[in-house]
């Protein structure tokens, strides 16, 4: 479950009432349909969450089916309320399993347009990073996902925040699909 806005109109990193070295921390796992069900609260919102399953059905066209995605960004925050503007995208972070064969650079070659970021932003909307799985634990990677867990756990003024983690797997993508119609804000996601 998605925990409510705290005080600043952020995700809390911890989940309220639980101790501080609880591990029901962020990043909070949740269904992808709970992510729509939580967030398409306006036209600008709907229409960076159908970037995002645009994105997702692509790397799912490019066999990429097992892994997850960090969720974070001002998308995440309730800047309508309190910076006045609405969110320009999300930023997503994708730990993704290659497909048995296939080299990271065969990959690339083949989709490169889920990996180009500046394509993906125009695209999609999302401010992406995708990031392979099952590489050996070495210092770099160590880095990596420290850098991300820091970079996302703080607002640019220093202030705690957390952020959501949803499954790879498409078939969270049908249930967000549903959710999204049966709100009636169902949009054509094949463009």
Do not use: C
Request: glycine share 6%.
């Amino acid at each position: 479950m998605i925990p409510s806005w705290n005080m600043a109109g952020l995700l809390p990193p911890i989940r309220p009432g639980m101790p501080g070295h609880s591990p029901d921390r962020s990043p909070y796992s949740a269904i992808l349909a709970d992510v729509i069900d939580r967030f398409s609260t306006s036209p600008q919102l709907i229409d960076i969450l159908q970037g995002l399953l645009r994105l997702r059905a692509a790397f799912h066209a490019a066999g990429l089916v097992s892994g997850f995605q960090w969720v974070n960004g001002s998308f995440l925050e309730q800047v309508e309320a309190l910076e006045y503007r609405s969110p320009n995208d999300v930023d997503v972070v994708t730990y993704f399993d290659l497909p048995t064969g296939i080299s990271e650079a065969s990959l690339v070659a083949r989709a490169p347009g889920i990996f180009d970021h500046d394509v993906v932003k125009a695209t999609y909307q999302v401010d992406h990073y995708p990031a392979v799985l099952g590489k050996p634990t070495d210092a770099f990677q160590i880095r990596q996902i420290s850098y991300w867990y820091s970079m996302w756990s703080h607002r640019r003024d220093g202030v705690w925040k957390g952020f959501i983690q949803v499954s790879l797997d498409p078939t969270e993508d049908i249930l967000a699909l549903q959710t999204l119609a049966a709100k009636g804000q169902h949009h054509d996601l094949s463009n």
